[in-house]
C-alpha cells in the first residue's frame, strides 16, 4: 500500500469548528483547526480552554450589542448581553451546559440542585441538567418566580426540591448581583443552602463584591474583560 493510499481524513463537524486528523503510515499528524478559536486567538494572544473561546465568539457574534441601553439594574450602559441568543442555541447551550458542569466539577462534589430566577436562567438550568445526564452525574433542577404563582400552590420556587437541598443559583449575566440575590432570598426562605452563585459572564461592575459581602462564592465562565471591554471604574 503506497502513501497516497495509507492517508486518512477525517473530518468531524462540531457547530462552526472543524477538526482535521491526517494520519499517515509512518507519520502521524494532528491538525486542529478551529476557526473561531484561532481568529480569537490571533486577535487577543490569550490561552484558553478552547470551549470556553468557541463560546467567547459565539457571544461575541449573537449577543453582544452596542449602543445607549438601561440594564434591568437600573445602571445605563453603552454595550448590552442578550444572553438568550446564546442559551437558547443549541451548541450555544451545549458549550454553557458543559463549562458549568466542568467548574462544579472542579469545584467538588455536585449539589443537589441547580437555577436561579425564570426565565434568564431557565434555559442554563435546562443545559447543565442535560449534560449532568450525558455524563452520568445525578442532579435536579428548579425554577425561581419573582412573583409567587397565582394558582395552584401558589409558591415562588418550581421543581423537586427539599428543604435542606444544596444548590448552586445561575444566571446569564451577573451585573451588580440583583437577581441572583433575590433568587437566594426565596430559596433561603424555602429551606434551601445556596453553596454559590455561577454565571456566564460577569460584567464586573459589582456582582462579585456583593455576593463576597454575603459570604457566597462566585464564579463565571467569562468575564467582559475576555472581550476586550473594560469594566466602568
Known amino acids: 500500500m503506497n502513501r497516497t493510499e495509507n492517508m486518512l481524513f477525517l473530518f468531524v463537524s462540531f457547530g462552526p469548528a472543524a477538526v482535521l486528523l491526517e494520519v499517515l503510515s509512518k507519520n502521524v499528524t494532528i491538525m486542529y483547526y478551529c476557526c473561531f478559536q484561532k481568529r480569537f486567538l490571533e486577535e487577543n494572544h490569550q490561552a484558553m480552554n478552547p470551549s470556553d473561546t468557541i463560546l467567547l465568539q459565539l457571544i461575541r457574534e449573537k449577543s453582544l450589542k452596542f449602543g445607549d441601553f438601561t440594564l434591568a439594574s437600573g445602571k445605563k450602559a453603552t454595550y448590552y448581553l442578550d444572553g438568550k441568543q446564546v442559551t437558547l442555541d443549541a451548541f450555544g447551550a451545549k458549550l454553557i451546559g458543559e463549562g458549568i458542569l466542568h467548574l462544579m466539577l472542579r469545584n467538588g462534589k455536585l449539589p443537589d440542585l441547580v437555577g436561579g430566577m425564570s426565565i434568564g436562567a431557565d434555559p442554563i438550568t435546562a443545559a447543565v441538567l442535560t449534560m449532568a445526564a450525558v455524563n452520568g452525574h445525578a442532579l435536579r433542577g ?10 395552584g400552590t401558589k409558591k415562588y420556587i418550581e421543581g423537586p426540591v427539599q428543604p435542606g437541598d444544596r ?8 451585573t451588580t448581583g440583583g437577581s441572583s440575590l433575590l433568587a437566594m432570598e426565596r430559596l433561603e426562605e424555602a429551606g434551601i443552602v445556596v453553596d454559590g452563585v455561577i454565571a456566564v459572564i460577569d460584567r464586573m461592575e ?11 462564592r462566585f464564579q463565571s465562565l467569562l468575564t467582559i474583560r475576555d472581550f476586550g471591554i473594560e469594566p466602568p471604574k
Open 142 to 151: 428548579c425554577m425561581i418566580r419573582k412573583e409567587p404563582k397565582g394558582h
Open 206 to 216: 459589582g456582582g462579585a463584591e456583593t455576593f463576597r459581602q454575603k459570604g457566597c
Open 167 to 174: 444548590i448552586i443559583v445561575l444566571e446569564d449575566v451577573v
